[in-house]
Each structure stands twice: as structure tokens, then as C-alpha cells.
């Protein structure tokens, strides 16, 4: 009997090919928890977004004295809400005016009188619907309406990069 040493090529064919399947399946593998994670980014941006923005139109909401009609724009996209308020007044004012509002670029913008915009959404988020409904019951009280779509703005179009957020909330103006 010959005591033979080493692999048959049979064996070694057989080994090449399941380490090129192993291979193969860890590699995509990978690249589909990269784009898991990429899309779950995307996602939770333009969640977050849509989240702090609309929070922060409804604490102003409730804090305000009421709705300043001129400025204001109701029931169609894009919609603008201006707001009176004793809020952060400037200095020898007892009322000041806060506005949202959606600038050139689709991002939604809060603005009070004499100071800077301030965007409240990222420069990858596009609003693409603001609408205000200014609601009045039969006792006459106020309360708004919002509803805010958000997406993400990516110039590949790839679908991974892409994701929605709706949120629609109604806050009562409390006349702080």
C-alpha cells in the first residue's frame, strides 16, 4: 500500500468552489446590511425631522394669543400659519409674530418678527405638503390643524435612499 499525500484535483475543485459560494454569500450579505442600515438612516432623518418640526409648531400653538389672519394661509400647500404671541417679545414689545412658512427650497422655516429664519427641517428634507387648517368650534374656540409630509431629497433616485413621513396633529390655542 502507497500512503499518498496532499488533495485529489477533484478535492480541490470541490474546496475552491465552496469557498467561492461562501465567499459570495458573505459579500452579499454585507452589501444588504449596508443598505439596510443606509435606508434605516434615511428613514429615521426624515422622521426626526418631521418629529421636531411639528413639535415645535405645536408648542407654539398653545402659547400663543391667536391666529393673525392676514399672514396666514389655510386648507391648501403651501401653507402658511403667522401666529401672535407674548412669547420671546423683542425688547420694549409686548407682542411679537412668529410665522411657518416653506422657503425656495421646500424646507419648512420658522420666522419671528425682526430675527433671522430659522429652518426647522434639514437641507435633505423636502416638505412637499404644509397644510394649515385654522378649526373654530361653537363655543369659539380655536385650534390648527397641521399636516406635514416630508421626504428625502437624494439626486441618485436610488430607492434606498428614499423614505416618507406623514404626520398630522391638531393643537388648541390656549391664548398664553
Not at 100 to 106: A, V
Not at 121 to 146: A, G, K, M, Y
Amino acid at each position: 500500500m502507497t500512503n499518498k499525500q496532499g488533495f485529489t484535483l477533484i478535492e480541490l475543485i470541490i474546496y475552491i468552489a465552496t469557498f467561492a459560494i461562501i465567499i459570495v454569500l458573505l459579500v452579499t450579505f454585507v452589501f444588504n446590511l449596508m443598505g439596510v442600515q443606509a435606508k434605516i438612516k434615511v428613514s429615521k432623518e426624515v422622521t426626526e425631522n418631521s418629529q421636531r418640526a411639528m413639535e415645535i409648531m405645536l408648542w407654539h400653538i398653545k402659547h400663543s394669543q391667536g391666529v393673525y389672519i392676514s399672514t396666514s394661509s389655510f386648507d391648501s400647500h403651501p401653507g402658511q400659519l403667522s401666529l401672535k404671541t407674548t412669547q420671546n417679545t423683542p425688547e420694549g414689545e409686548t407682542t411679537t409674530y412668529f410665522d411657518f412658512y416653506l422657503d425656495n427650497n421646500n424646507r419648512l422655516c420658522l420666522k419671528q418678527e425682526e430675527l433671522e429664519t430659522t429652518p426647522l427641517t434639514s437641507e435633505r428634507i423636502e416638505v412637499n405638503n404644509l397644510t394649515f387648517n385654522h378649526l373654530i368650534d361653537s363655543d369659539n374656540n380655536q385650534s390648527i390643524r397641521i399636516e406635514l409630509s416630508a421626504v428625502y431629497k437624494d439626486s441618485r433616485g436610488k430607492a434606498i435612499y428614499q423614505a416618507t413621513s406623514t404626520l398630522i396633529s391638531t393643537a388648541n390655542l390656549r391664548n398664553d
